[in-house]
């Protein structure tokens, strides 16, 4: 029943964890897909190990929303290579960061070696100098990096994107017509927590990325216009914290969707109560099946 | 006491009390209900604006006869320097209660507590809370040398009001106060001749697992108080992992079946990038 193929790849079901959230190592991997995710993305990968920001890095908002700001702390693609080659059980999506092609060709080459399930290229950090959204703002460098990492893998590469200063559409545009088997959208949005007692912005990088309930109807919005204009599969990926905002973040036209601030709220036992609640909703509403969901909206 | 979440968020607090352990370990006293109403071994994440946020384990004080709130911390990185140099009202930001707690099972009799540095904060209130409880118990502290002994007056006065047989044994690695030698050594001296149903440990992480190794040798319950690089404190950035568990939500104390299978614990651990490094074993 929720079973279902995207861009070639077979899943057992839909829920994605989504990068960023407790991947960079393979024991945690495991966990995660043995608590009922149908695959894992890691965190972002760079050509060389990153340690990030200096905490604070994550804060705590009212209202299931977190601004993080954790700088792409990474181990690298060849220490990330050595963790994951071993993996015989995780359907494993790699995120990949970078600032030019080489980077991309450099790591795509060697991470397909191991037994991954295809990549997502991150073109949508809105946090740090350099990488992600200073180079997803850039079609072109967006063109080329896609065309890149296409070059050096027969695995999907998928390209997560977010709302930056370009538009969404035009750079999904342009990762699509490099080759891109499908837009991960989206990624946090540019935000900041300043306090009021002592006016001191919390973070230590000052502006993050805001994640959870408060960027949903972004995000679903951002899924409707993308299902609706690209053949491509889409994985909707913001604030989804229950059965009921997967529902609509397919019905909106995504094929699978990511979940990474929900676990802060409810703890990795989130993946297998979306699907029961998914499970519950297609049977109540006498579907077959998870994919008779998708871009039903687009119908009305 | 409010939701979960709400402990989450980010709360400013002034420092009532700044307490000089030793020439570089402070106790730094803040007002905090909910650290107040924590178990011994959950931790804060204390924020010193503008330089840093770190996990704290929670110690109380009392100041004015009132039940306060406090960390201790020995100036050491950039962040702990500048929370050492924080003094009475000015602020710093908390957030927390986080992790589990040590346990005390029932029909605990006689106990061992074996701590080294600062790792001597979680207990130093567990021993409060099992004198009080009327538990034998027996408490090293382990420094590296002398003048860094840290809460002996506080012990001592622990001690000097219960009627129990509970003890108290030093341990410096010069031999400059007490035992010259590792509080593991000590406590495998001590094991020799009395029998103990638990023990409890927390410090660094190699002395952890000497106490891990005399539990299993002794046959005797251990909880250990396990420290990884920490960022959320909310179970989902992943750095403080050791195996599949999660130090800051499924620890960060664990006992001794949980350790057995922690095959990382004393041997290995992740720096801020996600790259594992060995501990320096000493044999």
């Given at each position: ?22 991947g960079i190592s393979q024991a945690i991997f495991e966990r995660v897909y043995d608590e009922g ?42 220490s990330f290579y050595e963790e994951v080659k071993t993996n015989d059980k995780v359907p494993l ?49 967006v063109k080329s990096i896609v065309q890149t990492t296409k070059s050096n893998t027969a695995k ?145 | ?283």
């Open positions: 029943m929720l079973n279902l193929e995207i861009a070639g790849i077979s899943l057992r079901n839909p829920v994605i964890l989504a990068s960023g959230f407790l995710a149908g695959a894992v993305v890691s965190k972002s990968i760079s050509k060389y190990p990153m340690e990030g920001y200096r905490n604070p890095t994550v804060i705590v908002l009212e209202g299931k929303s977190y601004i993080n700001a954790v700088g792409l702390s990474n181990p690298g693609h060849e999506m790699v995120s990949l960061v970078g600032s030019d092609p080489s980077d991309f060709e450099l790591m795509a080459r060697k991470l397909d070696k191991s037994r991954i399930i295809g990549f997502e290229i991150n073109l949508s950090c809105p946090h740090v100098q350099k990488l992600g959204m200073e180079v997803g703002d850039d079609p072109q460098m999907p590469v998928f390209v997560k994107v977010g709302v930056g200063n370009a538009n969404l559409l035009d750079i999904s545009e342009a990762a699509i017509n490099a080759g891109a088997d499908g837009i991960t959208a989206i990624n946090t949005l540019r935000a900041m927590k300043i306090s009021i007692d002592n006016f001191n912005p919390i973070l230590s990088n000052k502006i993050g990325g805001l994640s959870g309930s408060s960027i949903k109807p972004v995000a679903v919005r951002c899924v409707y216009e993308l299902s609706q204009k690209f053949r491509v599969p889409i994985i909707g990926c913001g604030g989804i914290s229950n059965w009921e905002d997967a529902v609509e973040f397919m019905i909106a036209g995504a094929t699978s969707f990511q979940v990474g601030t929900a676990i802060g709220f409810g703890g990795m036992g989130i993946f297998n109560s979306i699907n029961r609640g998914i499970v519950k909703y297609l049977e109540k509403k006498g579907y077959q099946s998870v994919k008779e969901l998708i871009g039903r909206s687009h119908r009305y | 006491m409010a939701d979960h979440t709400d402990t989450d968020i980010l709360r400013l607090v002034r420092i009532r009390k700044a307490i000089e352990e030793t020439a570089t370990t402070r106790t730094i006293v803040f007002d905090d209900e909910y650290s107040v109403a924590s178990m011994p071994g959950q931790f804060l994440m204390v924020w010193i604006p503008q330089i840093e946020e770190l996990p704290m384990s929670i110690g109380i004080e009392s100041f004015e006869n009132l039940k306060c709130a406090a960390v201790t911390v020995r100036k050491y990185g950039l962040g702990s320097t500048a929370l050492y140099h924080k003094q009475v009202g000015e602020h710093i930001g908390i957030r927390g209660p986080y992790g589990n707690h040590f346990s005390i099972p029932e029909n605990l009799r006689n106990v061992l507590l074996i701590g080294g540095g600062t790792g001597l904060v979680p207990l130093v209130r567990l021993f409060s809370d099992l004198v009080h409880d009327r538990i034998q118990t027996s408490l090293i502290m382990g420094a590296r040398t002398k003048e860094e002994v840290i809460f002996q007056h506080k012990v001592q006065n622990l001690l000097a009001d219960n009627k129990l047989n509970n003890c108290v044994a030093f341990s410096t690695d010069d031999g400059t106060y007490g035992f010259k030698g590792s509080t593991v050594d000590l406590a495998e001296s001590i094991l020799a001749s009395k029998k103990f149903d638990m023990m409890y440990t927390c410090g660094p992480e190699l002395m952890m697992k000497g106490v891990q190794k005399l539990g299993e040798r002794f046959s005797i319950p251990v909880e250990a108080s396990l420290e990884r690089y920490m960022k959320c404190a909310i179970g989902i950035c992943g750095s403080c992992c050791i195996n599949d568990k999660l130090v800051c939500q499924d620890g960060t104390i664990f006992d001794s079946n949980s350790l057995r299978q922690l095959t990382e614990f004393g041997v290995s651990y992740r720096d801020k990038s996600g790259r594992s490094s060995y501990f320096i074993s000493q044999k």
